[in-house]
Every structure is written in C-alpha cells, then in structure tokens.
C-alpha cells in the first residue's frame, strides 16, 4: 500500500539546479523518517540526505551547502532541491522512508519503503 515516486529528474549542466520530489501515499512523511539515496553507474548506492521529526537533517559531506531536504506535510511530500551540480553528482535518486520517525540515518537497512528512483544527469 505504501507507494513512494520520485519525479524531477533530468539532465541540466553543471552548476544548474533541479529539485526532485518524492511523493508519499499510504503513509504520511509526518510521522516518517524520510531520506534520499543515489546510485552512480557502477557504484553502491549512497547516503545523500535524510530529514527526521522536527525538520532535523543529516547530509552527505559531498553534498553539503548544495542540497537542501525538506517535507511538506500537508502535500505529503519531501523534497531535494540541488544546486551548484556537479557531473559526479549523476546518478539514480532514491526516495526512501522510515517506519522510525525519529531516524537519521545514513544506512540503507534503515529504511523500510522505497521508490523506483529518478535519474538526475549533470554534464560539464
């Protein structure tokens, strides 16, 4: 029943900015730990950003200053802004969610429900 779809993805030069928007259904983002994981061609996916009760966040240090995560509880969604990309950035990015709400974690194995991913492209 929980369905979690990323959408936002695409290809923008580096230094451009995209937004990626996870939304939520059959669970609300309120009462979730929400997080965002990437995936480079021939790499395991990878901690990007997580945002638990309270609007606390954790970021990868890659992405540190650039990327923003946040929610919106009553649109019941979370939402990556990336700015200042860089092509190293590409990758597939996965929307993830907690069953813990109190979770910040930078561990796949925290998370309980994913989505299917969106691709995010960055050419120098």
């Known amino acids: 029943q929980v369905q979690l779809v990323e959408s936002g993805g695409g290809l923008v030069t580096a230094g451009g900015s995209l937004r990626l928007s996870c939304a939520a259904s059959?669970?609300?983002?309120?009462?979730?730990?929400m997080g965002w994981f990437r995936r480079a061609p021939g790499k395991e996916r990878e901690f990007v950003a997580t945002?638990?009760?309270?609007?606390?966040?954790l970021y990868a240090d890659s992405v540190k200053g650039r990327f923003t995560i946040s929610r919106d509880n009553a649109q019941n969604t979370v939402t990556l802004q990336m700015n200042s990309l860089k092509p190293e950035d590409t990758a597939v990015y996965y929307c993830?969610?907690?069953?813990?709400?109190?979770?910040?974690?930078?561990?796949?194995?925290?998370?309980?429900?994913w989505g299917q991913g969106t691709q995010v492209t960055v050419s120098s």
């Open positions: 945002t638990g009760i309270g609007g606390s966040t």
């Open positions: 993830a969610a907690a069953k813990d709400m109190y979770i910040l974690s930078r561990l796949s194995r925290a998370y309980d429900y």
């Open positions: 059959g669970r609300p983002v309120s009462r979730s730990g």
